[in-house]
């Protein structure tokens, strides 16, 4: 009689490759005749931009811009805002070959400085941070069941999950949008942001269908004799479809849009004023998925008959447990010290960063973003301020945060805001929060059992052993030091606890 063994290939997702690095981007600016000379710098803004990044041999190449804004104030206390291009490439030696990888990188400015030369050249000295990423699909043979030769089996794992896949897509948006006559045509841009909303996910066959929009905020100079500035919001539709192999409407995911880059060039309609922004949004998205598994696998093996030899492996499973969207709606209020204020020009926020603590089944995402609000005194100068604004969430875990892996994004929905007294503001400031958790498991599971079966294993123990276990034992344990079953034992002293709840006597049947 041989043993029969029964296997089932799973995939895992294995962390290959992973690192936070900085890039410099300095260079300088020098204004064109049309823009006026700079009396004072109000903000300097960085952005960088991703352009493509490629994984080949045992490198990574990143190229990617820094999309730099100045707005600044000129001797008439007018803003203005002059923008610059600065290209930049960064090479990443991984130190060894990754086959069929899936590179994942996120960029954000670390820091920012500027400082006006003289009133036509401006000097920029920022840096970019580089996180990257690494996965890759690793498929891993395990034993799912055994017969015959006595073979008992201790299937005790209960956390593995089937991956199936991770991509990362960047799409285009185009769209020309119209100002309308309600508006003033358009002067220059001061400020730009983008903010996709998914609204929708359905999956089908091999497919994600991804349905949301991407809110655009522009702020700009008014094309008129009376000057001041405008905002302009409209909104983008999104509906794409991403493929991935393998994943169906049973599976589980987690899905993450973010603008890699914006464009918005004003237009001139048929009057000739520029009454028209033509907006160009590179959207990447960030889909990773997994099939539940219902399984339970062994992690150890003995024969009541044969000496056995075993083959183990450690294996990690990340298995997505929970995905949830929610609105978070933070108010505060902020005064100007020393500034009495005439008029709030605009209020924006940068990206939101998000950490998150565990204790027992607990768990804690915070996050926070900068405020930037532009305004302009009562003497008729203009200024920039920024606050900080914050929020906690506290979500309590089925099952513990034991191994919890939290992904948090946070992005700003709206902000508004009320000048409640001449130096004092009130802020509010709406966040769309999507997190999703996963959770982390590592154990040895069987790989392979070879059987002797050329000779039986010898009995050391009678018929009936009578044994008095310690509080706490396992019976996987008794059973096996006796070369008998668990049932057998079960059976025999009419129990169905697994462990020994208390001291005890136990009558152990051979087999």
Not at 339 to 360: L, P
Request: with cysteine; hydrophobic share 35%.
């Amino acid at each position: 009689m041989e043993i029969k063994l029964k296997k089932e290939l799973l995939n895992t997702c294995e962390l290959m490759f992973e690192n936070t690095s900085e890039q410099s981007v300095d260079g300088d600016i020098t204004l064109p005749d049309y823009c006026p000379d700079i009396k004072r710098i109000l903000k300097c803004m960085v952005t960088p931009c991703l352009t493509s990044a490629q994984c080949v041999g045992d490198r990574v190449t990143i190229d990617a811009n820094a999309f730099v804004q100045v707005i600044y104030v000129d001797d008439n206390n007018n803003i203005f805002c002059y923008d610059k291009t600065f290209p930049f490439s960064k090479t990443i030696e991984l130190g060894k070959q990754i086959d069929n990888p899936v590179c994942d990188v996120k960029l954000k400015t670390a820091y920012a400085n500027t400082r006006a030369v003289s009133q036509r050249r401006i000097d920029i000295h920022a840096s970019a941070g580089v996180s990257i990423r690494i996965t890759c699909k690793k498929e891993v043979e395990l034993i799912s069941d055994a017969e015959n030769c006595g073979i008992q089996l201790l299937k005790n794992f209960d956390s593995a999950s089937d991956f199936i896949g991770q991509t990362v897509k960047d799409f285009t948006l185009n769209e020309v949008m119209e100002i309308g006559k309600s508006k003033a045509p358009v002067r220059q841009i001061i400020r730009q942001k983008a903010t996709p909303i998914v609204s929708e996910i359905k999956v089908i066959a091999n497919k994600l269908l991804i349905k949301g929009e991407a809110s655009v905020s522009i702020l700009y100079c008014k094309d008129n004799s009376d000057g001041g500035y405008e905002t302009y919001e409209n909104s983008m539709p999104v509906s794409q479809i991403i493929e991935l192999d393998g994943i169906e409407e049973t599976s589980d995911y987690s899905a993450k849009l973010s603008v890699s880059s914006l464009n918005i060039i004003p237009k001139a309609d048929s009057s000739g004023e520029k009454r028209l922004f033509d907006v160009t949004a590179v959207i990447s998205a960030v889909i990773k998925a997994d099939k539940k598994v219902d399984s339970l696998f062994p992690s150890d093996c003995y024969s009541t008959l044969y000496n056995v030899k075993c083959e183990k492996k450690l294996v990690t499973f990340e298995k997505i447990i929970q995905n949830t969207d929610e609105l978070i709606m933070v108010k505060k209020s902020e005064e100007f010290l020393n500034i009495s204020v005439k008029e709030i020009i605009s209020v924006w926020c940068d990206d939101v960063v998000t950490t998150y603590t565990c204790a027992g089944d607990e768990l804690k995402i915070i996050g926070s973003t900068m405020v930037s609000v532009l305004a302009v005194d009562t003497s008729g100068q203009p200024f920039y301020a920024e606050r900080n604004v914050s929020f906690e969430k506290v979500k309590n875990i089925e099952g513990g945060c034991k191994n919890l892996i939290c992904n948090a994004d946070a992005i700003v929905s709206a902000a508004g805001f009320v000048l409640s007294d001449s130096n004092k503001i009130d802020l509010r400031v709406e966040m769309r929060l999507h997190t999703s958790l996963s959770r982390k498991t590592t154990g040895e599971i069987l790989t392979d059992i070879q059987c002797d079966t050329a000779e039986v294993k010898e009995k050391k123990y009678s018929v009936l052993t009578i044994y008095f276990p310690d509080d706490g034992e396992l019976l996987w344990n008794i059973a096996r030091k006796f070369g008998t079953t668990v049932d057998a034992i079960k059976s025999e002293n009419e129990i169905n606890n697994s462990t020994v709840s208390e001291k005890c006597m136990l009558l152990i049947p051979g087999v």
